[in-house]
């Protein structure tokens, strides 16, 4: 079994940062951390950033205020997320891809962190 879960969401005032983290618990081979999406509620998730390869990409909206980083040794991400706006509002989640392996799934999902900025 596979378990992946964010961290690192709260409440900050515009402007200010916040950090995000993932982790892969259980059977962790199965699972690699790669992207973060948003979902505002009642809206589909979207895509915030990701790793292709050891390329990072973001979302337009995104506008250089964000960094994606991962951990290769310990299989986590990270999401800084600084110069927040109220827009910034929303249930953070980490999409994990699934290994090619018997009994894994093709993706994972956390459970999502939320991040509220007050104007």
């Known amino acids: 079994q596979v378990q992946v879960v964010e961290s690192g969401g709260g409440s900050v005032q515009a402007g200010g940062s916040l950090s995000l983290s993932c982790a892969v618990s259980g059977h962790t081979i199965c699972a690699t951390p790669l992207a973060w999406y948003r979902q505002y509620p009642g809206d589909e998730r979207k895509w915030v950033a990701s790793?292709?390869?050891?390329?990072?990409y973001y979302a337009d909206f995104v506008e250089g205020r964000f960094i994606i980083s991962r951990d290769l040794f310990n299989n986590t991400l990270s999401l800084q997320m600084n110069t927040l706006k109220p827009d910034d509002t929303a249930v953070y989640y980490c999409?994990?891809?699934?290994?090619?392996?018997?009994?894994?799934?093709?993706?994972?999902w956390g459970r999502g962190t939320q991040v509220t900025v007050s104007s």
């Open positions: 999409h994990a891809d699934g290994a090619q392996y018997d009994g894994c799934e093709p993706d994972y």
């Open positions: 790793f292709i390869g050891p390329n990072k």
